[in-house]
């Protein structure tokens, strides 16, 4: 047996709440390594950091346009999470064209040079199909959680709309 729907005023609580959360944690995330990026001279990275804490500006924006009762809201919260897998794919693209593949082969210690040279594979090849696997496997989690993110939004509109309508009844029986 399924649990009846969720009422829209609840609905409408839950989507403010997560997109509150989720709007902060990428404002702090990515300015968090904005600023290690800029600190450390990676102007790609410190780009990307500021337009990555972007999306949670205007994520946090459309959560505000829906406590002032605006569902114009429900827009920016898709928007934010469109914009920021744009952003992220955009970032693995210019990773994958721009790969520094010398700062890894430093890391690499004797024993995985000789399991890769065991392997009948080139160090330098290997390095590049591990970072292009990298990026592959970055761009579908991207695309699966902002992508499901934006459904989740899209799918929680009408109940949004029909709470926001009920709150303005409620203030014009009010007055």
Same mark, same amino acid.
């Given at each position: 047996?399924? !649990?009846?729907? =969720? ?14 959360? @989720? ?16 600190? *450390? ?19 946090? $924006? ?5 406590? $002032? ?10 928007? *934010?999470? =469109? ?12 990773? *994958?064209? $721009? ?9 690499? #210690? ?7 040279? !065991? ?7 290997? =390095?590049?199909?591990? !970072? @292009?696997? #990298? @990026? ?17 939004? $899209? ?16 203030? !014009?029986?009010?007055?």
């Amino acid at each position: 047996m399924r !649990a009846p729907p =969720l009422l829209p005023e609840e609905t409408l609580y839950r989507v403010i709440r997560f997109g509150r959360f @989720n709007g902060i944690s990428e404002l702090v995330v990515a300015g968090v390594f904005g600023l290690i990026c800029a600190a *450390s001279k990676d102007v790609p990275g410190a780009a990307i950091g500021v337009l990555v804490a972007g999306a949670g500006v205007l994520e946090l $924006h459309g959560v505000g346009l829906l406590r $002032h009762g605006d569902k114009r809201g429900v827009s920016w919260l898709i928007g *934010s999470q =469109l914009y920021l897998l744009v952003i992220v794919l955009a970032y693995i693209g210019y990773r *994958s064209q $721009h790969l520094d593949l010398e700062s890894v082969r430093m890391v690499l #210690s004797s024993e995985q040079r000789e399991t890769i040279a !065991a392997a009948g594979i080139e160090e330098t090849e290997f =390095l590049r199909i591990i !970072a @292009n696997i #990298s @990026n592959a496997i970055f761009g579908v989690i991207t695309l699966l959680y902002q992508g499901g993110m934006a459904l989740y939004y $899209h799918r929680r509109r009408a109940p949004i709309e029909t709470a926001l309508e009920m709150d303005q009844v409620d203030e !014009a029986d009010d007055a």
